[in-house]
Protein backbone atom coordinates (compact mmCIF):
# COMPACT_ATOMS: atom_id res chain seq x y z
CA UNK A 1 0.00 0.00 0.00
CA UNK A 2 1.10 3.51 -0.93
CA UNK A 3 1.58 6.36 1.32
CA UNK A 4 2.79 9.61 1.19
CA UNK A 5 2.62 10.95 4.38
CA UNK A 6 3.32 15.21 4.86
CA UNK A 7 4.41 17.12 8.16
CA UNK A 8 6.19 20.20 9.31
CA UNK A 9 3.35 22.60 8.32
CA UNK A 10 1.96 25.45 11.08
CA UNK A 11 1.26 28.70 11.63
CA UNK A 12 3.97 31.29 11.06
CA UNK A 13 4.26 34.73 10.97
CA UNK A 14 5.38 36.59 7.35
CA UNK A 15 8.65 36.71 6.53
CA UNK A 16 9.23 33.33 8.75
CA UNK A 17 10.04 29.84 7.52
CA UNK A 18 8.82 26.13 7.19
CA UNK A 19 10.43 23.00 6.59
CA UNK A 20 8.10 20.62 4.95
CA UNK A 21 8.59 16.80 4.72
CA UNK A 22 6.86 13.92 2.91
CA UNK A 23 7.55 10.35 3.60
CA UNK A 24 6.90 7.43 1.32
CA UNK A 25 6.33 3.96 2.11
CA UNK A 26 5.19 1.55 -0.43
CA UNK A 27 7.02 3.19 -2.98
CA UNK A 28 10.59 3.99 -3.66
CA UNK A 29 11.24 7.93 -4.41
CA UNK A 30 14.32 7.03 -5.90
CA UNK A 31 12.97 5.82 -9.21
CA UNK A 32 10.31 8.99 -9.57
CA UNK A 33 10.24 12.30 -10.37
CA UNK A 34 8.71 14.20 -6.79
CA UNK A 35 6.20 17.55 -6.29
CA UNK A 36 4.55 19.79 -3.92
CA UNK A 37 1.50 21.36 -4.79
CA UNK A 38 -0.87 23.64 -2.25
CA UNK A 39 -4.03 24.57 -2.65
CA UNK A 40 -6.00 27.60 -0.82
CA UNK A 41 -9.25 28.05 -0.15
CA UNK A 42 -11.80 28.84 -3.65
CA UNK A 43 -8.12 28.45 -5.60
CA UNK A 44 -7.63 25.03 -7.38
CA UNK A 45 -4.47 23.29 -6.81
CA UNK A 46 -1.23 24.19 -8.22
CA UNK A 47 2.52 22.89 -8.32
CA UNK A 48 5.03 24.74 -6.35
CA UNK A 49 7.95 22.64 -7.18
CA UNK A 50 9.65 19.69 -8.54
CA UNK A 51 12.60 17.36 -8.36
CA UNK A 52 13.91 15.41 -11.05
CA UNK A 53 16.45 12.81 -9.77
CA UNK A 54 18.87 14.87 -7.23
CA UNK A 55 19.32 18.04 -8.24
CA UNK A 56 16.89 18.83 -11.18
CA UNK A 57 14.43 21.45 -9.86
CA UNK A 58 11.83 23.70 -11.18
CA UNK A 59 9.42 26.37 -8.80
CA UNK A 60 6.63 28.25 -9.60
CA UNK A 61 7.43 31.92 -9.66
CA UNK A 62 5.33 32.86 -7.22
CA UNK A 63 8.45 30.82 -5.22
CA UNK A 64 11.21 31.38 -6.91
CA UNK A 65 13.94 32.27 -5.06
CA UNK A 66 12.04 31.71 -1.62
CA UNK A 67 11.53 27.84 -1.32
CA UNK A 68 13.33 24.93 -2.20
CA UNK A 69 12.75 21.27 -3.34
CA UNK A 70 15.15 18.41 -1.95
CA UNK A 71 15.28 14.64 -1.86
CA UNK A 72 16.81 12.30 0.47
CA UNK A 73 16.53 8.71 -0.72
CA UNK A 74 18.02 6.79 1.71
CA UNK A 75 15.01 8.07 3.97
CA UNK A 76 12.57 7.53 1.16
CA UNK A 77 11.67 11.63 1.93
CA UNK A 78 11.27 14.59 0.02
CA UNK A 79 11.32 18.45 1.52
CA UNK A 80 10.30 21.66 0.99
CA UNK A 81 12.33 24.72 2.11
CA UNK A 82 10.37 27.51 2.57
CA UNK A 83 11.82 31.26 3.59
CA UNK A 84 10.50 34.43 3.20
CA UNK A 85 7.10 33.28 3.87
CA UNK A 86 3.93 35.44 2.56
CA UNK A 87 0.12 35.39 3.73
CA UNK A 88 -0.28 34.58 -0.28
CA UNK A 89 1.66 30.92 0.76
CA UNK A 90 -0.98 30.09 2.80
CA UNK A 91 -2.45 26.70 1.97
CA UNK A 92 -2.52 23.06 2.32
CA UNK A 93 0.44 21.48 1.07
CA UNK A 94 0.57 18.18 -1.09
CA UNK A 95 3.37 16.06 -1.91
CA UNK A 96 2.94 13.96 -5.19
CA UNK A 97 5.01 11.09 -6.34
CA UNK A 98 5.54 11.37 -10.32
CA UNK A 99 4.72 7.79 -12.55
CA UNK A 100 9.16 8.12 -13.64
CA UNK A 101 12.05 9.31 -12.76
CA UNK A 102 13.45 10.99 -16.22
CA UNK A 103 10.59 14.02 -16.30
CA UNK A 104 7.93 15.01 -13.78
CA UNK A 105 4.55 13.37 -14.89
CA UNK A 106 1.69 13.31 -11.64
CA UNK A 107 0.71 10.10 -10.27
CA UNK A 108 -2.23 9.18 -8.62
CA UNK A 109 -0.09 8.78 -5.31
CA UNK A 110 -0.65 11.99 -3.16
CA UNK A 111 -0.57 12.87 0.55
CA UNK A 112 -2.95 13.89 2.94
CA UNK A 113 -1.70 17.37 3.09
CA UNK A 114 0.15 19.63 5.39
CA UNK A 115 -1.56 22.92 6.35
CA UNK A 116 0.74 25.93 6.30
CA UNK A 117 -1.02 29.48 7.72
CA UNK A 118 1.04 32.51 7.32
CA UNK A 119 -0.38 35.40 9.56
CA UNK A 120 0.72 37.77 11.85
Known amino acids: QVQLVESGGGLVQPGGSLRLSCAASGISISIRAMAWYRQAPGNERELVAH???????AYADSVKGRFTISRDNAKNTVFLQMNSLRVEDTAVYYCNAGRISTSYDPSDYWGQGTQVTVSS
Open 51 to 57: IIGGTTT
